[in-house]
Structures are given as C-alpha cells and as structure tokens.
C-alpha cells in the first residue's frame, strides 16, 4: 500500500486539474466560500446548545470520537483480523485499502492546513479564526489548533474509509444509508465541540472521497467484487425479547 501512494497522488493530481473537473472545482470552491461568510455564525448555533444541553454535549462528544484516527484504524485491523482468519481476499483487501486511502489523502490534507495555517474555532482569537500561512514546522507542532482547521482530516477520513468499504461490499445496499447520515453527524459534531468551522469540511470530503474511489478503482479487471474463498460468515439486525435491537451473526460450516 505504501509503494502505491506516489501513483495515487499522481492520479489524483491528473483528475483534479483537468478540464472536465473544473466545474467540481468551481463547486467545491464556490462552497468553501459561502460557508466561510458564515462561519462564526453557524459555529455559534452548534456550540450554544453544547454548552447548556448536557445530553447533547455528551452525546456530541462521544460522536466526535468516531472522526478519530482510532476508529479508522480499528476499521481496518477488525478487516484484516477477519480477512486472515477466515482466509478471505476481500476483507484483507478492504483493510489495506483503508489504510492506504488514509495515508494518501492525509498527505495532502498536512499539506493544505500547513498551507493555510487557520485557526480553529476552539483556539480563535478573532471572529472566524486568523490565517497565518506556512508556519515553521516547531511552531506547527507546538500549537497546533492554533494552525490545523484546513481542511477536517477527521473528516477526510472517515469518509474515506466508508468509501472503501462500501466499494468493496456493493452488495449491502445498507452501508451508505447508514455510513453518510453518521458522517453528517460527525460534522454537526466537529463544530459542535469546536474542533472545526463548516467551511473546512468541502475540501476535505472531496479528499476523503476521492482518494477512496481512486485506490478501490481497481479492485480486478472487471470492477466486480470477486473472493479466492467467500466468507461464510454473515451479519443481520435482529432483536431480542423485548425489542431491543442487536446485531446477529451465522457462520455456516
């Protein structure tokens, strides 16, 4: 997956300053821009309730933890875990490629908040956070908050992780209409317990989606979705007695 990464920064270069990409360009540009006239505001709404809703700030908080690096990465161990015990192709491939996808759009996420140097609502010192461009890498790392808000990598990576998996199981028609309404709440989450403004999050959906689409892209030949052994092993909601929801699994042998 690492050998990979120069050639999915490269397609990723060709496909995004191409002539047929302008008009997602322009859009991506054109929602950053409307979004930043309205940043403090739309801040402000989020962080109100969380500071005098406790439910609601606790219930914000633990949905932030799922934007972290931890969940990403225990995604793609509990793949690679199933992958290898169970002998199948898909889900080993599924974990490399998480992982892979994670490092190739972290890199040019490190390099766009390096870049920007913006604030983050949690550390602004002005209404919608200053912008101080390339700062030194020891300053960067000291204050970070102070630099890091462009674009969301939490974001970035959690939705490139569901881009994957969703590539790679086509057939569970459940996973976007549960992956993209949770990514949804992550964002309302992030500027809730002011770790990002809503402008920081177009560039970083359009990183976490790309890249997930460029490194799944080849999945075979045929884009079918095909294992050296199918996994016997599947899941189902179900629910107990009295009614409470649970996640069910068969094994069949």
């Keep these: 997956m690492f050998t990979k990464l120069p050639s999915d920064l490269k397609v990723w270069w060709r496909e995004t300053f191409r002539k047929e990409?302008?008009?997602y360009v322009l859009t991506l540009s054109?929602?950053?821009?409307?979004?930043l006239q309205t940043d403090y505001e739309t801040w402000q709404i989020t962080k109100v309730k969380f500071d005098e809703d406790k439910r609601w700030r606790d219930f914000m908080i633990d949905t932030e933890k799922f934007g972290g690096g931890y969940f990403q990465i225990g995604t793609a161990l509990s793949f690679m875990g199933f992958g290898y015990l169970f002998d199948n192709k898909?889900?080993?491939r599924t974990s490399f490629q998480i992982a892979?996808?994670?490092f190739a759009s972290g890199i040019l996420v490190q390099v766009s908040k390096r870049s920007t140097g913006r604030e983050s609502p949690k550390s602004s010192l002005e209404k919608t956070g200053r912008w101080r461009p390339f700062p030194s890498p020891q300053e960067y790392a000291g204050h970070v908050r102070d630099y890091d808000a462009v674009p969301?990598?939490?974001l970035s990576s959690a939705l490139t992780t569901l881009v994957v998996v969703q590539e790679n199981y086509p057939e569970y028609k459940w996973i976007p209409w549960v992956g993209y309404p949770l990514i949804g709440l992550l964002c309302l989450s992030f500027s809730a317990t002011s770790i990002h403004w809503w402008s920081d999050y177009p560039l970083g959906i359009y990183l976490g989606y790309h890249f997930g689409k460029i490194v799944t892209r080849n999945n075979n030949e045929t884009g079918e979705i095909k294992d050296e052994?199918?996994?016997n092993f599947t899941f189902f909601p179900t629910y107990d007695e009295d009614g409470t929801p649970l996640l069910s699994a068969v094994w069949q042998f």
């Design 90 to 92: 898909r889900a080993r």
């Design 21 to 23: 990409s302008l008009p």
């Design 229 to 231: 052994k199918e996994s």
């Design 100 to 102: 892979e996808s994670i």
């Design 152 to 154: 969301s990598g939490h």
């Design 30 to 35: 054109a929602a950053s821009g409307l979004l």
